[in-house]
């Protein structure tokens, strides 16, 4: 490969996770022509990149650490660097090693490890496993975007087989991402090749065997998808920075219907269906995430409370406005909306009833990945993935070689309610809502008030009594709404937000502006 062509996709690998849509360029930097080998220095994976990337790549701190929320495991084998995550009816987790091309086993009653070796993957490569599912029949799936395969594991005998992924007529490249099971078949989006491709598990031979779905017009990406309740297949197609379409596909009848995303919607990665139908989606290029109701045909814009600064650091203070960057999504069992806010080193869930958001910092940070400078305490741990098991939020820290486990039973520091939670407004109008906080246990540091808003600071003015709160007794402060006199009408989400260390607890309100 040409020295300058070497060049561009390691930039493009960086400048992927700095902007964060990962998958996005990801694919150039893995899909190079493999290196050399070079002398062996430890004899684990950490050879794979040389030792100036150690702590970027493989991880910046041998320790794990935990809080009141969350629980880290380190895995035993250096530099493995999970990616995709699942679990089993035992209660098992499994997750790919995206440095070695391994399955790997964690046991939740035992905090052990399992390394399932892979004798058909070369030495010294590297491959984005996106995708995982674990099929009733014990067989694990898994997508292998740098060798353009589609794996398959069997825990009974150790056995790895692999199926050819199909590339798109007149495509040059293939990324199988995604996995989803859809009736007793899989589903995958293949990112790069403007396809969704449906395929029976009970394949033979070395070709993957695929129904196509093309994606419609002439986007660069096609995302995550999901199946309604009538088995309709939704997912999004977009052009980085210049957005895209939610799309419904009716396998029965063959016909597409696109929406067009709203405006600032840019990188929209995670989708899912929740019980009422209602479509959610997650835009890895901002802090928002979206609903869409197909009955209504409308989108609903929502967004998450500003990182925290330990994750961005901004020692350069070149960041004036930092993000979060929400990538995938899922619903768990009481209806919760979850997803991982990729920059923010946070896993958030959102109550769709009461419109509350609860978001829970990752103990663990890489500096490599953030403006963190000398800074210590910085940085993200790139939680790229995450499963839900019942209470249990499993996920990978892809450059920290850490599973972590967020318990989401473990009562919560703090309470949050506001007086009204829909406020309407005429234009040069404003009210005032009062919002009560309570300690649930002692308080030790101070309580700290943010809101965040998807209307144009132009169009509504958000002001708090109080920036931030001792916390020793129940309190309330006021939140001031006020409509510029030349607003644009339209209905908006405000978030009122208390951040307690690691925890942050929210509430919103829909201001509509008339």
Not at 135 to 144: K, L, M, Q
Not at 253 to 265: A, R
Not at 442 to 447: D, E, M
Not at 482 to 511: C, E, P, W
Request: glycine share 6%.
């Amino acid at each position: 490969m040409k020295k300058n062509a070497k060049k561009l996709l390691a930039i493009g690998f960086m400048a992927v996770f700095i902007l964060s849509t990962v998958a996005v360029v990801g694919a150039g930097f893995f899909k190079a022509a493999p290196q050399q080998p070079q002398a062996a220095l430890t004899g684990t994976p950490e050879d794979n990149y040389s030792p100036d990337k150690w702590t970027t790549f493989c991880q910046s701190d041998n320790q794990t650490e935990s809080t009141k929320y969350i629980k880290e495991f380190k895995i035993p084998t250096l530099c493995t660097q999970p990616l995709s995550i699942t679990t089993d009816a035992s209660g098992n987790v499994w997750f790919t090693e995206t440095n070695t091309g391994k399955i790997a086993k964690f046991d939740p009653t035992t905090d052990s490890f399992h390394e399932y070796d892979n004798p058909l993957w070369q030495k010294g490569e590297k491959s984005m496993t996106w995708g995982i599912y674990n099929a009733p029949d014990g067989n694990i799936w898994f997508s292998d975007s740098q060798h353009n395969l589609i794996w398959k594991f069997n825990e009974q005998t150790g056995n790895y087989s692999s199926f050819v992924f199909p590339k798109t007529s007149g495509q040059s490249e293939a990324f199988p991402q995604i996995l989803k099971p859809v009736g007793s078949d899989l589903v995958i989006n293949d990112f790069t090749g403007r396809k969704i491709s449906i395929f029976s598990m009970n394949q033979t031979g070395n070709n993957l065997k695929t129904i196509d779905i093309l994606s419609p017009g002439a986007y660069n990406f096609t995302s995550d998808m999901s199946a309604d309740s009538s088995g309709n297949i939704w997912y999004t197609v977009w052009t980085y920075q210049l957005g895209g379409e939610l799309v419904r596909y009716d396998p029965q009848t063959s016909q597409f219907s696109n929406y067009t995303l709203p405006s600032g919607i840019l990188a929209p990665n995670g989708i899912s269906i929740g019980h009422d139908g209602i479509i959610w989606i997650t835009d890895t290029a901002s802090s928002m995430f979206l609903s869409f109701n197909p009955q209504a045909q409308q989108f609903t814009k929502y967004i998450t409370s500003v990182p925290q600064a330990s994750t961005y650091g901004n020692a350069s203070g070149l960041i004036k406005t930092p993000i979060t960057r929400p990538y995938w999504n899922e619903f768990d069992d009481q209806g919760r909306l979850w997803f991982n806010e990729q920059v923010a080193n946070t896993l958030a869930v959102f109550d769709p009833i009461k419109e509350s958001l609860v978001e829970y910092l990752v103990p663990s940070k890489n500096p490599n990945w953030s403006d963190c400078g000398n800074q210590t305490d910085c940085g993200v741990a790139q939680v790229l993935a995450f499963t839900i098991s019942h209470d249990k939020i499993w996920f990978p820290e892809w450059v920290e070689n850490n599973i972590g486990v967020l318990d989401s039973s473990v009562p919560l520091s703090i309470s949050q309610s506001v007086s009204t939670t829909s406020v309407t407004l005429h234009r040069g109008q404003n009210q005032t809502v009062t919002v009560t906080l309570s300690p649930n246990e002692q308080i030790s540091g101070p309580v700290d008030i943010m809101t965040q808003q998807t209307a144009s600071p132009q169009d509504l003015v958000v002001t708090t009594s109080d920036k931030s709160i001792i916390l020793d007794k129940q309190k309330t402060i006021s939140v001031n709404l006020s409509a510029d006199n030349f607003a644009l009408s339209g209905t908006y989400k405000v978030l009122v937000s208390a951040r307690y260390q690691d925890l942050t607890v929210s509430q919103y309100i829909t201001v509509t502006i008339q």
